[in-house]
């Protein structure tokens, strides 16, 4: 699978921008240095209006499909002003992603680890012809 299908960016109610994309895609793709194990990654841009003086707040989230379970992230811009700035919210859903996925990564490990190991112990002996 190519990056180019493994990671990608969806705009909903956001001014769609090749910078932001490549910059999400690349920041979706250091997450693949936590997990060896992501099959699918969309990270989506929600713009959210704001009225009176204060910008546009950004939403985003990203749904990592993995051979287990799916990790969700969400960032609510409401609760953070941050997240005017879309590189920031981006930032902060990548990062709240990556400690899903070592958490992840801390179970599924352990549990692969233990369950190769019980195999192995558990073969018949060859005997020897």
Request: glycine share 4%.
């Amino acid at each position: 699978m190519t990056d180019y299908e493994q990671f990608s960016v969806v705009f909903n109610q956001a001014e769609p921008s090749e910078a932001v994309r490549q910059r999400a895609e690349y920041m979706m793709s250091k997450l693949a240095r936590v997990s060896g194990h992501i099959m699918r990654c969309v990270m989506t841009i929600e713009g959210r209006h704001r009225h009176h003086h204060q910008g546009n707040l950004f939403h985003i989230s990203i749904r990592i499909r993995l051979p287990f379970r799916d990790v969700v992230v969400t960032r609510d811009p409401e609760r953070d002003h941050a997240h005017e700035d879309i590189y920031v919210a981006m930032r902060d859903a990548v990062d709240a992603a990556k400690r899903q996925l070592q958490t992840y990564e801390e179970e599924f490990g352990g549990k692969h680890a233990q369950h190769e190991q019980e195999r192995f112990e558990n073969r018949p002996e060859q005997q020897p012809e």
